[in-house]
């Protein structure tokens, strides 16, 4: 592989993080005003509207902490095989997860 192969290689991946990060952001976006005119528009009283909205509000705070979680995940996981192992370092731990797999090949 030559450098221009890698330079190449590194910038498809940047590309491939900004168009997810993108993505992310407006489903975020767009979750958050579908919500606020499903609440909004809907016909109830003032104060079983404020209480629908302080409800959804907390559920989809909840549902972002739990995606963003799984996403954080991810991305470590992705982190973690583009670096390759971990064990070869010094300061590697014993339960280096690298080393059950080369223990398993």
């Given at each position: 592989?030559?450098?221009?192969?890698?330079?190449?290689?590194?910038k498809?991946?940047?590309?491939k993080k900004?168009t997810?990060k993108i993505?992310?952001?407006?489903?975020?976006?767009?979750?958050?005003?579908?919500?606020?005119?499903?609440?909004?528009?809907a016909p109830?009283?003032?104060?079983?509207?404020?209480?629908?909205?302080?409800?959804?509000?907390k559920?989809t705070?909840?549902n972002?902490?739990?995606?963003?979680?799984?996403a954080?995940?991810?991305?470590?996981?992705?982190v973690?095989k583009?670096?390759g192992?971990?064990?070869?370092?010094?300061?590697?731990?014993?339960?280096c997860?690298?080393?059950?797999?080369?223990e398993?090949?």
């Amino acid at each position: 592989m030559n450098l221009l192969d890698l330079f190449n290689q590194n910038k498809k991946k940047a590309s491939k993080k900004q168009t997810a990060k993108i993505a992310a952001i407006g489903a975020g976006i767009g979750t958050a005003v579908g919500v606020a005119a499903g609440v909004l528009l809907a016909p109830k009283s003032g104060k079983e509207t404020r209480e629908n909205i302080t409800k959804t509000t907390k559920e989809t705070l909840e549902n972002v902490k739990e995606g963003l979680i799984v996403a954080k995940e991810k991305i470590e996981e992705m982190v973690k095989k583009e670096k390759g192992c971990c064990c070869n370092e010094a300061s590697a731990s014993e339960d280096c997860e690298c080393q059950d797999d080369k223990e398993a090949e």
